[in-house]
């Protein structure tokens, strides 16, 4: 898998050169605002520091430290621990993620960012997001561009973080389908 680190230190750079301020100042920025919700804090960001969705809400979770990684590492816990906290309450659906994930590791390498309440799996941009949708039902989000249509797959609008979820109720869902669909958007990253 990609180093996850590598790729937080390339968009800390990329961020302090596009505001030529360092992160500590960003931080500090975002603590000196009094914004406490993270939509708002992340449109401060934007609107005054000229940082895009992605690089803003980058900066939110690292001062806040409010993603899943970054709590996890403030507990001291694994990605593991995370993922389990994720699947409290629903770990009759952890199968159906695991299985997921092991179809994805056949398409070759990725990283696995854990986030509160899905993971976020990237190559050089995310390709699939995964977690608990409901009690009966994990959500599989995929970046694809074009998905042939299927009645499991439901398009979402342009801005979406993925363009297509399906969800999946049982490990049997973990098809030649999903298979290949998880092939496509891990190809277009």
């Not at 694994?78 to 994805?104: C, F, Q, W």
């Not at 941009?125 to 797959?153: C, N, Y």
Request: charged fraction near 30%; proline fraction near 4%; include cysteine.
């Amino acid at each position: 898998m990609a180093d996850t680190d590598k790729m937080l230190a390339t968009m800390v750079r990329n961020i302090e050169a596009k505001t030529g301020k360092t992160i500590d100042e960003l931080k500090q920025a975002v603590v000196k605002s009094g914004l406490a919700k993270h939509g708002e804090i992340r449109g401060m960001l934007m609107e005054r520091f000229g940082l895009g969705h992605g690089q803003a809400n980058a900066v939110v979770h690292l001062a806040l430290q409010s993603d899943g990684q970054g709590a996890a590492a403030a507990k001291g816990l694994s990605a593991a621990d995370v993922l389990t906290e994720i699947y409290r309450g629903k770990e009759d659906l952890r199968p159906i993620h695991d299985a997921i994930l092991a179809a994805m590791e056949k398409l070759g390498d990725f990283e696995a960012v854990p986030k509160k309440g899905y993971v976020s799996y990237r190559r050089k941009k995310q390709f699939a997001m995964v977690g608990p949708k409901t009690k009966t039902a994990v959500e599989v989000g995929l970046a694809a561009k074009s998905l042939p249509a299927d009645p499991r797959l439901k398009e979402m609008p342009p801005a979406s973080m993925c363009r297509h979820t399906t969800r999946l109720s049982s490990v049997a869902e973990v098809d030649a389908a999903l298979g290949r669909w998880l092939k496509t958007s891990y190809d277009e990253a």
